[in-house]
Nanobody, 124 residues
Framework: QVQLVESGGGLVQAGGSLRLSCATS????????MGWFRQAPGKERDFLAG????????SYADSVRGRFTISRDNVKNTVYLQMNSLKPEDTAVYYC?????????????????WGQGTQVTVSS
C-alpha cells in the first residue's frame, strides 16, 4: 500500500496558477502509475491527468490538456500537477491516486490508493 498526501491547494484568481504536490510513502512509489482527479460538490470524481511509473508517458483529460502538466520525481517520491490558466470551473477537491503497474488508467476504480484531497478554489 502506498500512502499519499496532497498539498498546494488554495484560493486563486481566474487566470492564475497553482502547483499541487503529492508526496508518496510506503511501498516503492516508483513502481506505481499515478493519477490526478478532482471532484466538485454533487459531481463524480473525474480523471485529469496520469503518468506512467517511468514518467515517460502521460495522459490528460480534454478539459485540462494544454493548461495542466503532470510530472513526477521518483527520487523525491513526489508527483506534481502544474495548473495554469485556471478557471472558476476548475474549483473542486483535487486528489492524487496510485495504481500498481506502469499503465495509466482513467477510471477511479483502477486505482488502489488515494490521498485525502486538497481544495482548489478559483475566483472569477
Amino acid at each position: 500500500q502506498v500512502q499519499l498526501v496532497e498539498s498546494g491547494g488554495g484560493l486563486v484568481q481566474a487566470g492564475g496558477s497553482l502547483r499541487l504536490s503529492c508526496a508518496t510513502s510506503g511501498r516503492t512509489s516508483s513502481f506505481y502509475a499515478m493519477g490526478w482527479f478532482r471532484q466538485a460538490p454533487g459531481k463524480e470524481r473525474d480523471f485529469l491527468a496520469g503518468i506512467s511509473w517511468t514518467g515517460g508517458s502521460t495522459s490528460y483529460a480534454d478539459s485540462v490538456r494544454g493548461r495542466f502538466t503532470i510530472s513526477r520525481d521518483n527520487v523525491k517520491n513526489t508527483v506534481y500537477l502544474q495548473m495554469n490558466s485556471l478557471k472558476p470551473e476548475d474549483t473542486a477537491v483535487y486528489y492524487c491516486a496510485a495504481r500498481r503497474g506502469s499503465r495509466i488508467q482513467r477510471a477511479p476504480r483502477e486505482y488502489d490508493s488515494w490521498g485525502q484531497g486538497t481544495q482548489v478554489t478559483v475566483s472569477s
